[in-house]
T-cell receptor, first 110, second 116 residues
């Protein structure tokens, strides 16, 4: 099936640093989603993007829908320990199931 | 509060046995989904259903079965035919608005199945 690529696969950062990650696809989407999964729990929706070029914030999180509609970006500012987890992107097109990326595993060092 | 509930949280199964994972939602969502997650990996779609009494295979349906007798419920049976069933199973649901923007999935908290 269709696949998304997420980069980086994992990252270790110091508390207080900013984080950037991205998600790319060979196909266009009309919706991009970003989820966070804590260990042993289900993913929780962080941000939803519905328009190419759209920039949306949720607290310290900012996500962008790429102009080409084939990519999306997530930034986390001033990271804190509770930001630890796996961040998944998902792309969706009209009437089709969402496709999920493999995730970016974030670790925050105190 | 509306949400999606998976039970049990942890499940142990002997080899050769079937086991059923429960998923219930009170969000009035049309569609429901089952995903499998293995350590360090992403989400793989097992089955999905967009309407009662109808469901479709996902990417890894072999060894699994589902039913959708009620809008609120979408149980997953892991059969003895599933060769490597130990994994974390996630259920999700969503609104379906055809021709409009896709709405995101709401996930349950998962069931960890271990074969002993």
């Amino acid at each position: 099936g269709q696949q998304l690529n997420q980069s980086p696969q994992s990252m270790f950062i110091q508390e207080g640093e900013d984080v950037s990650m991205n998600c790319t696809s060979s196909s266009i989407f009309n919706t991009w989603l970003w989820y966070k999964q804590d260990p042993g729990e289900g993913p929780v929706l962080l941000i939803a993007l519905y328009k190419a070029g759209e920039l949306t914030s949720n607290g310290r999180l900012t996500a962008q829908f790429g102009i080409t509609r084939k990519d999306s970006f997530l930034n986390i500012s001033a990271s804190i320990p509770s930001d630890v987890g796996i961040y998944f992107c998902a792309g969706g097109y009209y009437g089709q199931n969402f496709v999920f990326g493999p995730g970016t595993r974030l670790s925050v060092l105190p | 509060d509306g949400g999606i509930t998976q039970s049990p949280k942890y499940l142990f199964r002997k080899e050769g046995q079937n086991v059923t994972l429960s998923c219930e939602q009170n969000l009035n969502h049309d569609a429901m989904y089952w995903y499998r997650q293995d350590p360090g990996q992403g989400l793989r779609l097992i089955y999905y259903s967009q309407i009662v009494n109808d469901f479709q295979k996902g990417d890894i349906a072999e060894g699994y079965s589902v039913s959708r007798e009620k809008k609120e419920s979408f149980p997953l049976t892991v059969t003895s035919a599933q060769k490597n069933p130990t994994a974390f199973y996630l259920c999700a649901s969503s609104i379906l608005l055809r021709g409009a923007a896709n709405y995101g999935y709401t996930f349950g908290s998962g069931t960890r199945l271990t074969v002993v």
